[in-house]
Every structure is written in structure tokens, then in C-alpha cells.
């Protein structure tokens, strides 16, 4: 029992601390700055502090930095093997840090696409009922803080050090790539890494607002980490296997015609698109690599005549534009179900 009030009063004491930085006493106001924050912005201070002091986030960042170093390192040795060979004007060799690989060990976007999932998981499914569990949740929201408030916090708080970690390594690998291949990148390529770290920052984002609605579903926190986790071995490892499964049972005979082998394609991206890691491998792939010309089936009709050149930024935007409304549309979707639950789900001080 004491231990619990001692959590509780910890929990509330760096509250109450973080308030009274940004909201001084009557007697202090004249000494101090005149400083306002909302505790929207309070809660995200605390969280991300939180977050940054816990083991489980060193733990995971040590994981996915060691994953990224040896991706960096397989990168540079396929370049280093195949430079001479490539036209360094039209290669986009800085690109290839990101998308290249020896063979030993996955690209460096693969990583993201497959570790990323895990931080955003571990960050989030522990958010709300961690929070009811300890009784520290009624104690909160009895304060003049809103539940909104609260919980765009929580999600703010997270998004932000996931913005931060992608961000730093993917800077990290282009300083490294920098250093040692000696190319510097061109405009376009820095603005096809961005925008590639952007769209990894919404991908993990949609994991972690799935990852807080299973907070909010379950009041344990180990069922929402193994819900979590379940769905996304299936969607990473097994959801790719039954897709080829109902490929190889609907397939077509070869001598149809080309409308019905068409439709039997078009039927299959179309289900695969339902999985967000494929929804982020179209992406990211068309982002990294400009000489990716559609997305989809083409016919001999189409190819014979086109001229292999890679598409400017703003076609290969335009070509992976639906896959990156429907990655943002499932991440909005995650977090309105969390808001609505939230906001419906009744809150008492059961301890």
C-alpha cells in the first residue's frame, strides 16, 4: 500500500513540479518571466521525459540503431563493389544507402518498415491502462485537465521522440554515407530522404495509435502488448503468405485473356494494399527509387516505346500519392476509434 501511494505521489508530484514551471505562484509572478502553457503542453513535457529516462525505450533504440548500423554497413559495401560500374549522374548513388544491400543483411528501409512497428507498439500499449492500473488515471483527470487534453498528449508526447529517432538516423546515415563514399547528395535526393523519414514517422504513428486503442480496449497492459505484437507479425510476416496463397487458388490459367489476367492482378494489389507495411514498401520504394515508373500491372502496350529515365520529385509524389492518403487515413482512423473510446469510457478510482 505504501509503495503504491509512493508511485502515485511520484506520478503527480512531477506533475504538479511541471505545472508550477509554467504557472509561478501569486508571490513569484514578479520575479519570474511571465510564462503561460497549457497542460496539454505540460502532460507532453512529462511524457516525453518519461519516455526518454525508461528502460524500455534504451533497450529498443539500442536495438533498432544496432539493426540500422549493420544496413549502413551492408549498404556501403555493395557500393563500394559496384561504383565503378554505375553513372553517378543518373544512379541517384546516394538514394542507394538507403535501398541497397549485399545480401547479408536488409536495406536500411526494410529495417524501418519492419522495427519501426515495435517502437511505436512498445511506446503506446502501456498509455491508458498503465495509467488506470497504478490509479493514477481518476486522480489525473480530477485536475483541471481535460480528457482530450490528456490523451493528445499521450499520443503527442510519443509521435514526437519517434519523429526524432527516425529523423537522427536517417541523418545518421546520410553523414555517414557523406563520409564515406565521398558523393555529396543533390537537392532532390535530400528531399526524397525527408520525405521518406516523414512517411516512416506516419507509418509508426499508425501503430502507435493502434497500439493506444488496445491500451484503452484492454485494462491489462500484457493483453494489449500481445494483441499489439500479434498483429503485426501477421501483417509483417503472415498476411504476405495468405495473399500468395489466394494468389496460387484464384489464379487464372496463362491462356486467358489479357482483361480477366488484368483483373485477377489488379484483385491481389488491391487486397495486399490492405496491409500497411506493403502500403509503406510502395511508398518508400517509389520515394528512394526514382526510376520506379507505375505501381502497378502495365501491358507490352504501355512499356514498348517509354523511355527508361527516372520521374522529378513531384511525379514520383504524384505516382505513390494514393498509398500515402490511405497509410494517413488509417492512421487518423486508429486515432479518432482511440479519442471515441476514450472520451465514452467511464473513469473510477477503483483502488
Known amino acids: 500500500m505504501i509503495e503504491t501511494t509512493a508511485r502515485r505521489d511520484g506520478f503527480l508530484g512531477r506533475l504538479s513540479r511541471l505545472w508550477g514551471r509554467f504557472h509561478p505562484a501569486a508571490g513569484e509572478t514578479d520575479a519570474l518571466e511571465p510564462r503561460t502553457a497549457s497542460p496539454f503542453w505540460v502532460i507532453v513535457q512529462k511524457e516525453f521525459g518519461d519516455h526518454m529516462r525508461s528502460w524500455r525505450f534504451g533497450i529498443l533504440i539500442g536495438i533498432i540503431t544496432l539493426a540500422c548500423i549493420g544496413s549502413i554497413y551492408a549498404a556501403i559495401t555493395a557500393l563500394k563493389d559496384g561504383v565503378k560500374t554505375q553513372d553517378t549522374d543518373t544512379s541517384f548513388l546516394f ?19 519492419f522495427l519501426g512497428p515495435l517502437m511505436g507498439i512498445a511506446l503506446g500499449f502501456d498509455a491508458i491502462n498503465s495509467e488506470r ?36 538516423l536517417g541523418f545518421l546515415v546520410m553523414g555517414l554515407g557523406l563520409f564515406t563514399i565521398g558523393y555529396p547528395p543533390t537537392p532532390e535526393e535530400v528531399l526524397r530522404v ?23 480496449r484492454f485494462r491489462q497492459a500484457a493483453t494489449s502488448a500481445l494483441s499489439g505484437i500479434a498483429l503485426w507479425i501477421f501483417f509483417s510476416v503472415f ?23 488484368l483483373r485477377h492482378a ?18 518508400t520504394s517509389t520515394m528512394l527509387t526514382p526510376g520506379i515508373r507505375s505501381l502497378g500491372p502495365l501491358t507490352t502496350e504501355q512499356v514498348v516505346g517509354a523511355i527508361a529515365s527516372p520521374l522529378p520529385l513531384a511525379q514520383s509524389l504524384l505516382l505513390c500519392w494514393p498509398q500515402l492518403v490511405g497509410l494517413l487515413a488509417a492512421t487518423i482512423l486508429c486515432f479518432g476509434l482511440s479519442y471515441l473510446l476514450f472520451m465514452r469510457q467511464e473513469i473510477r478510482s477503483r483502488a
Open 266 to 283: 489488379n484483385m491481389m494489389l488491391l487486397l495486399n494494399r490492405l496491409s500497411p507495411s506493403y502500403l509503406f514498401t510502395e511508398t
Open 133 to 168: 492500473g497504478k490509479g493514477t488515471l481518476s486522480r489525473l483527470l480530477s485536475q483541471p485537465i481535460y480528457r482530450d487534453d490528456f490523451i493528445r498528449a499521450k499520443f503527442t508526447a510519443s509521435l514526437l521522440l519517434i519523429a526524432v529517432v527516425l529523423f537522427a
Open 95 to 113: 538514394l542507394q544507402m538507403f535501398t541497397a544491400s549485399d545480401g547479408t543483411l536488409p536495406t536500411f528501409a526494410t529495417f524501418v518498415s
Open 239 to 261: 498476411y504476405g503468405m495468405i495473399m500468395g496463397i489466394v494468389d496460387k487458388a484464384t489464379s487464372p490459367p496463362e491462356t486467358s485473356a489479357l482483361g480477366i489476367l
Open 194 to 216: 525527408v520525405l521518406f523519414l516523414v512517411i516512416g514517422v506516419i507509418y509508426v504513428g499508425f501503430w502507435l495509435n493502434l497500439s493506444m486503442l488496445l491500451s484503452i
